[in-house]
């Protein structure tokens, strides 16, 4: 590949570091005063596994432990010619020859068990190819134990494929066969499918030995010397390493890679934890022109980085070997000199004293430095380049140290507003990283307020939400107050902040048409609490759009067209009505419009809540009582009794009342009078207008269901000075008609009135003497009457008392049948059977058919003997109380006057007691009436 078409890099440009520590290794066992001694004639090295392996001329394997003792074994009678440690297996792959001739051998040995004291050998076999006798030059085993590739000198590959440490669980085959002498081979493993490297003199190629036929693909058509290949690690993509003397390629399966201009004599290539380490031949010094005067150096580059992280001179370097993790460098000399790699951090204040703060970043991602590392070199970075007031520069390293580093720090550096636009960018970074908090939002906005870029704010108020790295509050409250009124309401819309919206089209641009129409999108529960809270000032500005916005809240509210944000939600709150009661405060200002609202609220809502009908019903009394138009006027009065009528006051009725009452509603009042059966509030109404004809008349609608109306009209007609005669003439006759009064209370009401002559009242004392007279009359016959039946009965019981009693029953009382001996007779003339007489009765000295009512008798007498004490002191409180009505009100709650008994003949004649009773209770009922 023509080197023109290369991504070249020439190490001439990087820089060069000393990032590892040398140290020569000490021999242990003379307390570290000698330096360590490796053995003589090494023929071939490897490391692994935690430990050096070494080959000599001998045919002997040494092993260098980490305390550096060494020991060996015969492996070999003639030569040890490679080694091959594998790294995760105990397991040692070596060639060698037994034999001065062309013979090499390849044994197995598991180092984990021990034959005679030496390592196990679990496989030897011959490495020729066909049969051909040839030297091996390179030798690579896979560390799955399933492939082993050897290399010789006239150009052909050996395959071993199977378990590698068996010879029966193995096949051989020549998988290469070319011109140039084999000088390295390596192994790579991407998920299942796995590819061997072959490097010649001559070229590069790689067979994929995951396929059946193992596809070939030619890479490049120059190769390298041996041991000058190698394979990288992940962090190279695994790519194969051909170090030739101009450049240094890196390979993948199926195409090249970057290509580095490394010129110079190769003699070793190593691949280490991401660094490419090359043994070349010392640049000549000037002056020196002997060829065999050169020394060795070795160069450890850092091809990510782009940098040298190691360069020194050595006298001759055998091999260089990777284990406990550090480079090992096997000298000519038989020394062992340790390569210590600095810690990163070390190497970053290297870097940081030479202001390489680029190179230490991407030395510390390299190094899988955590952010906290990361963050710390940004910062140092940018505070370098602050200090040489590159502020364009600074502010982009301070961008990655968001999320470590305070923004104060950063923010405090650039608030001079010759550099706002820095601190403007650093705080776009802030928020897209979602850690800006509200005062770096209101700083921002102000920023593109400051420089007016307008196009800058609405790019970053327009995001979509999903993508919305700032607290939406905060910036529309920064550019409310910054007078960016439109870009605050396209804001609050988008964000869907309902309050901000509406205050901002309602406090400051004054779109009350907009403001009412948007709440008129908003679902029910949002619209409801915006029209509680800006209803009376949009109430002021639109009544007419206002009014019907509540209607429909409150009936059948459907929001209109689709939601601030792009979801449609038409149709969602169409079930929810709102309390129409909690909207009447917003028409403090506007009582035609809330007259409408109730008005439609009712007719649409019968059960709408009872403040909307209290509140039209004082609607309608206001108008009624501002009308002059005594049309208008009887229309109004007619509605407002239609809504009394509608039954919807019964719970409120003293509220309906008392709004009758204050606006004089006549009709209204006596109406609601009616309805609570307030029947002397009715009359006395018509009193106070002096309407002696509706007194009458509510008298005989109303007298039957409430009695005393009938008295206090004759006490009211008796205190008028005008002639009443007509009205008192109707009165008496229905109380005449009714007995409703005593004729004394009559006559001493009657007496205060000076225009009520006796003739006003003599046919009703006549008639009332009459019938006392007639009553008197009946009380004597009576008398007379009790006193015959007394006198009769007595004569009977002295009849008994000395005479004797024929008795001439023939039947028994009981059975009806003929009486028969024996039998029992009683005085009262009853007579039983003795069988029916014992069967019936409950005593032997008591008729059976006189008894019930014998019993009766004689419980009312005593009674009458329990409750004779209980009226004389009854008597006696009443005539020696002040207040007599309050003693009958405390007998009448005790029940002495819940029952009447009658004593028809009183024993020890005592009839004159109970005529005293009788007389009693008429005091007592005239003197009720004249209390009441």
């Not at 006798?133 to 560390?143: A, K």
């Not at 060795?296 to 001759?316: G, P, Q, V, W």
């Not at 002021?540 to 009014?547: D, G, I, S, Y």
């Amino acid at each position: 590949v023509p080197l023109t078409e290369l991504n070249m890099s020439t190490y001439q440009q990087w820089r060069k570091f000393v990032f590892f520590d040398k140290e020569l290794v000490k021999d242990p066992t003379v307390d570290g005063a000698q330096p360590f001694s490796l053995p003589a004639g090494i023929s071939a090295c490897d490391a692994g596994k935690g430990h050096m392996v070494l080959g000599d001329m001998d045919g002997r394997i040494w092993f260098v432990t980490r305390p550096f003792q060494l020991s060996s074994f015969q492996a070999y009678k003639s030569l040890v010619t490679h080694l091959y440690q594998l790294k995760q297996h105990s397991i040692l792959v070596s060639v060698g020859k037994d034999e001065n001739d062309i013979n090499p051998l390849v044994k197995v040995w598991n180092l984990d068990k021990r034959d005679s004291g030496s390592p196990l050998c679990t496989r030897i076999f011959s490495a020729i190819p066909g049969n051909r006798p040839t030297e091996v030059s390179c030798l690579t085993v896979h560390e799955n134990l399933n492939f082993m590739a050897i290399g010789f000198a006239d150009g052909s590959v050996v395959l071993l494929k199977g378990d590698i440490t068996r010879d029966r669980h193995s096949k051989t085959q020549v998988l290469h066969e070319g011109v140039y002498p084999v000088t390295g081979l390596a192994f790579r493993q991407a998920g299942k499918t796995t590819h061997l490297f072959i490097a010649t003199t001559g070229n590069v190629q790689s067979y994929n030995l995951s396929v059946k036929d193992y596809q070939r693909v030619d890479l490049a058509n120059s190769g390298c010397s041996l041991r000058c290949s190698a394979i990288s690690d992940p962090s190279q993509d695994t790519q194969f390493i051909v170090a030739g003397d101009e450049c240094v390629y890196l390979y993948q399966p199926d195409d090249h890679g970057p290509c580095f201009a490394f010129e110079g004599k190769k003699f070793i290539t190593h691949w280490y934890r991401g660094y490419l380490i090359m043994v070349t031949k010392e640049k000549k010094s000037p002056g020196v022109d002997r060829e065999d005067t050169f020394k060795h150096e070795l160069t450890i580059y850092d091809l990510d980085n782009k940098l040298i992280a190691y360069s020194a001179t050595f006298d001759y370097i055998t091999d260089v070997l990777a284990e406990w993790g550090s480079l090992y460098v096997l000298t000519g000399d038989q020394k062992l000199c340790v390569l210590q790699e600095k810690d990163t951090q070390t190497k970053l204040e290297m870097l940081f004293k030479k202001n390489l703060f680029m190179m230490a970043i991407n030395l510390a991602k390299s190094q899988h430095l955590d952010s906290d590392g990361l963050s710390e070199i940004f910062r140092q970075y940018g505070d370098h380049l602050y200090n040489k007031s590159d502020h364009d520069g600074a502010i982009q390293q301070y961008i990655c140290t968001i999320g470590k580093l305070e923004p104060s720090y950063v923010i405090r550096k650039f608030l001079d507003a010759q550099r706002i636009h820095n601190l403007t960018a650093y705080l776009q970074a802030l928020h897209q990283h979602s850690l800006a908090n509200a005062d770096h939002t209101t700083l921002l906005l102000n920023c593109y307020t400051k420089l007016k870029d307008s196009s800058k704010l609405e790019e970053f108020i327009k995001t979509s939400v999903s993508e919305v790295h700032f607290e939406v509050e905060t910036a529309i409250k920064v550019l409310r107050q910054a007078g960016y009124y439109s870009h605050a309401v396209y804001l609050a819309e988008k964000h869907s902040h309902h309050e901000w919206y509406l205050k901002i089209q309602l406090e400051d641009i004054k779109n009350y048409q907009e403001a009412l129409h948007y709440i008129g999108k908003l679902p029910f529960s949002e619209a409801e609490s915006n029209m509680k809270k800006y209803g009376k000032t949009l109430m002021h500005h639109v009544p007419t759009e206002t009014t019907k916005l509540l209607k429909a809240l409150c009936t059948s509210y459907c929001p209109s067209g689709e939601f601030p944000g792009g979801r449609d939600i038409s149709g969602v709150d169409e079930q929810k009505r709102a309390n129409s009661e909690e909207f009447i405060p917003i028409f403090a200002n506007n009582p035609r419009e809330l007259k409408a609202f109730l008005e439609h609220m009712i007719d649409v809502q019968p059960n709408s809540p009872q403040g909307t009908y209290d509140t039209l019903l004082e609607l309608h009394l206001q108008d009624w009582a501002h009308e002059q138009d005594p049309q208008k006027k009887k229309k109004l009065q007619q509605e407002a009794i239609s809504l009394l009528k509608s039954g919807n006051f019964r719970d409120v009725f003293d509220k309906a009342l008392v709004l009758c009452q204050m606006h004089n509603f006549k009709d209204g009042v006596l109406y609601l009078y009616e309805q609570g059966q307030l029947f002397q509030q009715i009359m006395h109404y018509h009193m106070q207008n002096e309407e002696y004809s509706k007194v009458i008349e509510a008298c005989e609608r109303y007298g039957d269901r409430e009695i005393c109306l009938w008295e206090q009209a004759l006490s009211y007609f008796a205190r008028k000075e005008e002639d009443c005669k007509e009205y008192i003439t109707a009165v008496l006759k229905h109380i005449e008609q009714n007995n409703l009064m005593p004729p004394l209370l009559v006559v001493q009401t009657l007496a205060h009135n000076s225009t009520a002559t006796l003739s006003v009242v003599k046919d009703y004392l006549i008639s009332k003497l009459q019938q006392q007279s007639n009553q008197v009359d009946q009380d004597e016959r009576k008398i007379r009457q009790y006193r015959e039946d007394t006198n009769k009965i007595r004569q009977e019981i002295e009849e008994l008392k000395t005479s004797a009693k024929i008795f001439q029953k023939t039947k028994c009382s009981i059975c009806n049948h003929a009486l028969e001996i024996p039998s029992v007779h009683f005085l009262c003339g009853h007579s039983f059977h003795q069988h029916c007489f014992e069967s019936y009765s409950e005593n032997d000295s008591e008729c059976p058919t006189c008894m019930p009512e014998n019993r009766k008798v004689m419980d009312m007498i005593r009674v009458q003997e329990q409750k004779r004490d209980l009226h004389d002191q009854f008597q006696h409180q009443l005539k020696c109380s002040k207040d007599g009505f309050s003693v009958i009100a405390d007998y009448f709650g005790r029940g002495v006057f819940n029952k009447l008994t009658l004593i028809t003949d009183p024993p020890g004649g005592k009839m004159p007691t109970a005529n005293i009773d009788m007389g009693l209770q008429r005091d007592l009922l005239m003197h009720s009436k004249r209390n009441l």
